[in-house]
């Protein structure tokens, strides 16, 4: 492994960066200089950026560099995605610790570079700095757009439909599949380590070396996801829905209103709603839930619809159409109509399996909770 102190920042810049080849016209020149020249002509810039902390938005303990850098770069190209624009370049800068070697950094831009190949997005610059505490991340993309052809939150009108690509939920049930099997981890590791203690002071030899074993059978296990690998991808390789998008522009249909659903459901439609200075009406039985989704949600004794509404980190499209395009969307593959746009007056309401009505809260992640 390689310390980064033996080849600097410039070194590290170098290694992180060679081969990248550009994909857009629109990116005259990238790395190597104190600022990225990018044209766009007659079209509207969009840019977006995400900061990501240790501890806060991400855990080492279970989710690698290379599924981190590949996350971090697709949950922020989504958000051009969201706005009905086209992806272009990519800004990263990190703040990292001593824990760190360069080789972890070119994991993490690993992931970055194939998530950014995916959608022929150029990486045209960052920076790297120290950290004292913990790593941290900052990424901005930048796409382009007609200005006719952007989607903000606020176009939502009254009769429009509301809908959803994918299915909801999953990527909120991975993360507790894996803080779970953390807990686990810890409570037992935590156990074994007390009793080498023990062993140490009592000096029995014996004891103690049946337990390091033990230890390091523990520090060497690898949980058992069979079955539920669908709930881990979600939360850690999370994906863009560019796919959509292009679904949309080829069925010609152009959204009134769009977010990506990053804070959960509830919390998403509530924006779109309070911008658009409407209602809406979704209905339980509509809201897409994988199977495994379902299964997990039952295991971990928890209400699947709280779970979909409120998880977080789907990464799915939420967007509006007029009425009109009704057929359309029912022949789209994985987008689903869950309701429709109403009066301000009538509120945000969920409709139950058994037809009761209750006002839609926000009880989405908070990214300022300590």
């Known amino acids: 492994m390689t ?39 007659d079209k509207e810039t969009l840019v977006t950026t995400d900061m990501l902390m240790e501890g806060v938005h991400f855990d080492l303990t279970y989710i690698t560099m290379h599924q981190l850098g590949y996350k971090s770069a697709m949950v922020n190209i989504s958000d051009i995605f969201a706005m009905n ?98 807990n686990i981890y810890y409570e037992q590791y935590d156990a074994l380590s007390r009793k080498v203690k023990e062993a140490q002071a009592s000096g029995n030899t014996q004891n103690m070396q049946a337990l390091q074993t033990e230890l390091q059978a523990l520090n060497d ?78 295991e971990l004794n928890m209400n699947v619809t709280t779970c979909a509404l409120n998880g977080g980190e789907d990464y799915e499209l939420l967007f509006t159409v007029p009425i009109g395009d009704h057929a359309k969307i029912e022949e789209m593959e994985n987008v689903k109509q869950i309701g429709y746009i109403t009066k301000e007056s009538l509120g945000k309401m969920l409709v139950t399996r058994d037809g009761n009505e209750f006002e839609i809260t926000a009880q989405g992640w908070n990214h300022m909770q300590q």
């Not at 080849?7 to 081969?19: A, P, S």
């Not at 080849?21 to 020149?29: A, D, I, V, W």
């Not at 959608?119 to 382009?144: F, H, N, P, Y």
Request: glycine residues 10%.
């Open 85 to 182: 624009g086209y992806p272009r370049q990519l800004v990263i800068s990190l703040a990292v610790d001593k824990r760190f070697d360069v080789e972890s950094i070119e994991e993490f831009y690993r992931g970055v570079r194939e998530a950014c190949g995916k959608w022929s997005v150029d990486i045209v610059g960052g920076d790297t700095t120290s950290s004292r505490t913990g790593l941290a991340i900052s990424i901005t993309c930048i796409g382009e757009a007609e200005e006719k052809e952007i989607v903000y939150r606020s176009g939502a009108k009254e009769t429009d439909i509301i809908c959803v690509s994918g299915d909801l939920g999953a990527a909120y049930m991975g993360l507790q599949l894996l803080e779970r099997e953390k």
């Open 221 to 298: 296990f690898q949980p058992d996801f069979a079955g539920k690998e669908y709930l881990i991808d979600r939360q850690l390789r999370p994906e863009a829905r560019g796919d959509v998008i292009a679904q949309l522009r080829e069925a010609n249909i152009h959204p009134t209103a769009m977010m990506d659903i990053s804070d959960g459901l509830s919390s998403e439609l509530i924006h779109i709603c309070s911008q658009s200075h409407c209602g809406c009406r979704i209905y339980e039985n509509k809201i897409p839930i994988d199977y495994q989704t379902a299964i997990m949600a039952e």
């Open 3 to 41: 310390d980064i102190s033996k080849i600097g920042e410039f070194g590290l810049i170098d290694r992180l960066t060679k081969n990248l080849q550009r994909k857009n016209l629109s990116t005259r020149y990238g790395v190597g200089d104190d600022c990225a020249v990018l044209h766009y002509g």
